[in-house]
């Protein structure tokens, strides 16, 4: 485990500290995610989150899943958990 400290200019930009950059294997003009947590803020490579979401990108694409009809069906999901739950 690498800690090191920063500081954000006036633009807002971070530097990541070498030694982290190396150990994580970040380079020049990579693109990260940041991950506001409980705990802090948590930066993550871009393609380390495309890898873990690629799966599901099939499987939207082979149900040509929108946008649109998964907030309809996590609604329709939110709803029948909402009546389940208010019958208890």
């Keep these: 485990m690498y800690i090191g400290t920063s500081r954000i200019t006036s633009k807002g930009q971070l530097t990541i500290p070498?030694?982290?950059?190396?150990?994580r294997?970040?380079?020049?003009?990579?693109?990260v995610i940041l991950i506001d947590t409980d705990a802090g803020v948590l930066v993550k490579k871009a393609s380390d989150l495309k890898e873990l979401f690629s799966p599901f990108?099939?499987?939207?694409?082979?149900?040509?899943?929108?946008?649109s009809r998964l907030a309809e069906e996590v609604m329709a999901e939110k709803n029948k958990t909402t009546r389940l739950f208010s019958k208890q």
């Design 25 to 31: 294997g970040m380079g020049s003009g990579m693109q």
């Design 18 to 23: 070498n030694g982290i950059r190396k150990a």
């Design 57 to 67: 990108e099939e499987i939207s694409k082979k149900e040509k899943l929108t946008r």
